[in-house]
Each structure stands twice: as C-alpha cells, then as structure tokens.
C-alpha cells in the first residue's frame, strides 16, 4: 500500500472520523483485528481515496494490498478470460466489481462466493438498505446476493425555480412521465427570443438527439433494442417510433438545444461549460446525478441558481420504477479465499449505517444504499431524497446491446447522422429508421436486416 500517495487524503478522513462518532450495533470494534487482505480492484489510489482510508482507520491493525487488474471489455472472450485468470492466480480476497454486468460474469464463472449464510449468521440487517439496490444485486445471482454495494448512482430531474415562477408555470412534480416533462417544457420555453437570449425548457448534456432518445429516454420504457431471438433491431417498431418522433418534436420546437460535442476531439472545459445550458440559467430543467450540485457549487461554476430536484422521469406503464439506478463498486467475497472471514467484516462495515453516515457528512456526490435519516439527504441545503423514491427497472439496459462494440458504436454513428438530416434537413422518419438499421446491421452478420 503506498501510504504515501494517500497521506493527505488520510488526514482528512481522521478529521471527518473525529467528529463523527456514530453508534452502529451491526458491527463491532475492530481495534483488535489484524491479519492481511487482499483487494482486486481497477486503481489503487481511487480505491485508497474513496475506502482504503475509512478502512484503514476502522481496522488500524490490517495490512491492505491492492491488486490492479483492468477488467476492459469482458465482452471479448480473451480479455473476459485472461481477467478470471488473474482473479484465480492472484487469490485475492475481495473483489470488486464496477459494474453489474461484471458482477453477473464473475457470478458465471463461480468465482464469487455467496453472502447469505454470512449474512444470516450475523443477523446482517439488510432490510434499511435501498431494497431496488438490493433487488438488481440479486437479479444477476438468481436471487442470491453475492455482493454488497456502500453507494449506487442515479438521476433526477432538477429544475430552476426561477424561470417556473417567471412564467407562472407549475413547478415538475415526482414521478412524470417523459412525454409530461417535454410538455412542461414547452411551457417555459422563450421560443421568441434570440438565440443569445433564448431559455429552453430541458437539455441534455453533450449528445445527440439519436443518442439521448436511445440512453436516457427509451429506457424509462423498458424497451429491447435487439430481439434476443431474432437478433433483429426493434427500433423501427411502433413504440420506438412514437418515442423518437416524440423527441424529435421537442427539438425542432426549440425545447430542447440541439448541441453536439465533438467527442472524437479533446473537449475544452469552456466546451463543456457551455453546453451545460441548466448550469448557465438557460434552461429550465435537466436530467443528472448529484454530480450536477458539485458543478452548482465548485469553485469554477459557483451558482446562485434556485433549483429543486424531483424523480426521474417514469414509463406510463409503471409509475414507480426508473431505469437510472446503478449500483457504484459492488463488493464480494471470492470463492476460494482463505480469509472469508475478514473479508466480511470489511464489506459489513462498508455497507454500514456508521459508513454511510461519515459520507454523507462529507457532502459526497454518491447516494448511500444504507438509508439514512431525512436531515442527511440534505446537500448544500436542498433536500435530495427524490433520489430514492423511485424502485429500479430491474432488466439491465446495457446488456441488451452484447453483440459487439464495433456494433454499438456503429449504430450510434447511424443514428447520429440520419437524425442530423430528420432535423436540418426534413428527412423522413422512417426513412432515417431504416437507414440506421442497413447500416448498423452491416457491422456485425449475427444481426438480421
């Protein structure tokens, strides 16, 4: 462990630890345990920064060594391979994964061991946990969990009170649906306005309209993109027509502003300023994770903005699920460590009430999966639990897209273009449709036309 690199970060943790003595009856004090553990992860000092500290002051008497391994693209069979392999030969004995599609393949290959007998034996309490977290953790292991996840990341709507009250519009309320949002939007738009002065009702941050409607909209409808028996590409289906023409409508009325970042060059922070319309006061509302009230309130991008968030937005199917929920790092045990026990009094204590406590006084940008009392879903003085209101559309979106990456980046380079021409140049629709469907499916044979 490099004591070195994270002595400062150390130091600040201790501050925080001093202040905060917090009585947690489901772990004990660790004063006295020693003995060495193992933990494979992608980057030592991101992992000394956001656990290694807390766990060294929790556990003064261990000894931490942290075992790099890139996980890459699991989706490719060597990479997929040659990671298991680094796993079995290097034993570590935590492992975390950074995503549930990496958890799933580790529960596939029988290198995770199960928690459940751990946690029954403890009498672990699991029930004051965000129980959607838990769920999607346990939809990857037939309905084990083999893994326990401190944070997860979500989004929510938020939006600048300000430009609702100006036009004396009803402020967003939980749990609208994405065609209630476009229309509330189209309500505080200043349409009349010149290009400089304009205000528009949402944005997006950094995209394209193809890409936004794919990641961030049609997920709330809980759609496939690819027909698992097919493999045919379902978006040029009723649904996902009605979705995209809906979206489309709200671009070309100026709701929304039509910017795209040149991904494929180096993006300027003046760039990446500037496309933040909501951040700017230009735009009434927008979708993000508390990763936004750190922008509101860095030193560069210190705003006076008074704004609110309120849910996600929810399909009209199911008002009470959204599709923005992912677990943060999830950690688990592997099946042929010699240290299990150990290893599950670190991964309790990350998972715990005093944990997540500590965090939240630290104004972290993550949301506890440990529920917390009202007053500490309070940052910067706004009230956040929005956050948690809503339960997970447990289908995994990602993985709807494992055929290839080569693929992927192929269909967003379609859409990309043919919705570039449905908007500035009064392409048809279907017309468009059926051009990113030729041209995605031309890069990978498994898919059919």
Avoid at 178 to 197: G, H, K, Q
Wanted: charged letters at 20%; glycine letters at 4%; proline letters at 3%.
């Amino acid at each position: 462990m490099k004591i070195g690199r994270v002595l400062l970060i150390g130091m600040a943790i201790c501050l925080v630890l001093s202040s905060c003595k917090i009585a947690d009856s489901s772990i004990g004090n660790h004063d006295s345990v020693s003995g060495k553990i193992k933990i494979l992860y992608n980057d030592e000092l991101t992992f000394m920064q956001e656990y290694g500290g807390f766990i060294i002051s929790e556990f003064p008497n261990i000894d931490i060594e942290i075992i790099e391994a890139k996980s890459g693209n699991l989706r490719n069979t060597t990479i997929r391979e040659q990671f298991v392999r680094t796993i079995n030969e290097q034993r570590p004995d935590i492992i975390i994964s950074n995503n549930l599609d990496i958890y799933s393949m580790l529960i596939q290959e029988g290198v995770l061991f199960s928690l459940q007998q751990k946690i029954r034996k403890d009498n672990y309490d699991v029930t004051s946990m965000h129980q959607g977290i838990l769920d999607l953790i346990r939809s990857k292991g037939d309905s084990e969990l083999y893994g326990l996840a401190p944070f997860f990341t979500n989004q929510a709507i938020f939006y600048n009170k300000d430009i609702f009250n100006k036009y004396g519009v009803p402020h967003p309320k939980d749990n609208m649906t994405w065609p209630e949002i476009f229309s509330l939007a189209e309500r505080v738009s200043s349409n009349n306005s010149t290009a400089t002065d304009r205000v528009y009702g949402f944005n997006f941050l950094h995209s394209s309209p193809f890409i936004n409607t794919m990641y961030t909209v049609a997920p709330a409808y809980n759609l496939r993109v690819i027909n698992p028996d097919t493999k045919e590409l379902n978006i040029g289906s009723k649904r996902w027509k009605e979705i995209f023409t809906e979206v489309i409508g709200a671009y070309k009325k100026n709701v929304i502003p039509n910017t795209i970042i040149n991904t494929n060059n180096k993006i300027t922070k003046e760039e990446l300023q500037a496309a933040d319309f909501f951040l700017r006061g230009k735009s009434a509302m927008t979708l993000d994770s508390l990763n936004l009230i750190t922008r509101m309130n860095s030193s560069d991008n210190k705003s006076n903005l008074d704004w609110a968030v309120v849910t996600a937005p929810v399909g009209p199917e199911n008002l009470e699920q959204a599709a923005y929920y992912f677990p943060s790092s999830i950690f688990s045990i592997f099946q042929n460590s010699s240290n299990k026990d150990l290893s599950w009094e670190i991964i309790k204590y990350l998972n715990s009430r005093k944990f997540a406590k500590i965090n939240s006084k630290l104004n972290s940008s993550q949301l506890s999966t440990r529920l917390l009392d009202d007053k500490d879903n309070i940052r910067f003085g706004k009230d956040i639990s929005s956050f948690y209101k809503l339960t997970p559309i447990l289908s995994d979106y990602s993985s709807l897209y494992d055929i290839s990456t080569d693929f992927v980046k192929v269909l967003n380079q379609a859409g990309q273009e043919e919705f570039d021409k449905v908007l500035n140049e009064g392409k048809l629709l279907d017309v468009a449709i059926q051009n990113i469907i030729q041209k995605s499916a031309s890069a990978n044979p498994s898919i059919k036309k």
